[in-house]
């Protein structure tokens, strides 16, 4: 699955960028309303073909070996995460509540911490409660110097029968999101896993 996603991501890039340009340039032509609506399905299926296959090559990525670690700032990873998520966040009018220690650090890949942290807030701020989303980023010290970082959210939760099954590949909870492949939480497994770490839910259904 690694060699795939990593070869199809590369190859398939670029023919998709031409597929959605052309799509572009005839959606601006003088052409009837059903083929401009042709046009139009074209770029969007070629733009959601190409975020999937940046999912693949994430994810790919993601199970290599023989990334530098270095002291990783977990309030600028934060930070740099929320700035990221900035159009999600005031589209769903979220509530974003920040609790970190100064010098909060951990050895990582700076990259890779940013990543996990964006993908964890992006699914709190995507499947929190649709009237008032809430979503609490908190890191508390561990055992042996290490750091627990939770991210909250106040949606419908999962259900603890899918508690290991949302970490793997192309899968999802019962709650669905129609934009996502299912890879988010998979590639933050990887990630995490790949510097020593662990990553685990609380399945609370309802909460």
């Not at 600028?76 to 589209?91: F, K, S, Y």
């Not at 908190?138 to 099954?165: L, S």
């Amino acid at each position: 699955l690694d060699r795939f996603a990593a070869v199809a991501a590369h190859d398939l890039t670029d023919p998709l960028r031409t597929i959605s340009g052309f799509a572009e340039l005839l959606e601006r032509a003088d052409l009837g309303d059903a083929e401009h609506e042709y046009a139009r399905h074209i770029r969007e299926s070629g733009q959601r073909l190409m975020r999937m296959l940046q999912g693949l090559l994430a994810y790919a990525r993601a199970g290599r070996r023989g990334v530098d670690a270095e002291s990783v700032d977990l309030g600028r990873a934060v930070g740099e995460a929320l700035a990221d998520l900035t159009g999600p966040i005031r589209e769903r009018h979220a509530e974003v509540t920040v609790v970190l220690e100064p010098g909060a650090t951990v050895l990582a890949g700076a990259a890779d911490v940013r990543i996990v942290v964006q993908n964890l807030v992006s699914n709190a701020v995507k499947f929190s409660d649709a009237a008032a989303p809430r979503v609490r980023i908190e890191a508390q010290p561990g055992d042996a110097g290490t750091w627990r970082v939770t991210v909250e959210d106040n949606g419908p939760g999962i259900a603890p029968a899918d508690e290991e099954r949302v970490f793997g590949a192309f899968e999802r909870g019962a709650v669905t999101d129609a934009s996502g492949y299912g890879l988010g939480l998979a590639i933050c497994r990887r990630l995490i896993e790949r510097h020593g770490g662990e990553i685990g839910l609380d399945p609370a259904p309802g909460e």
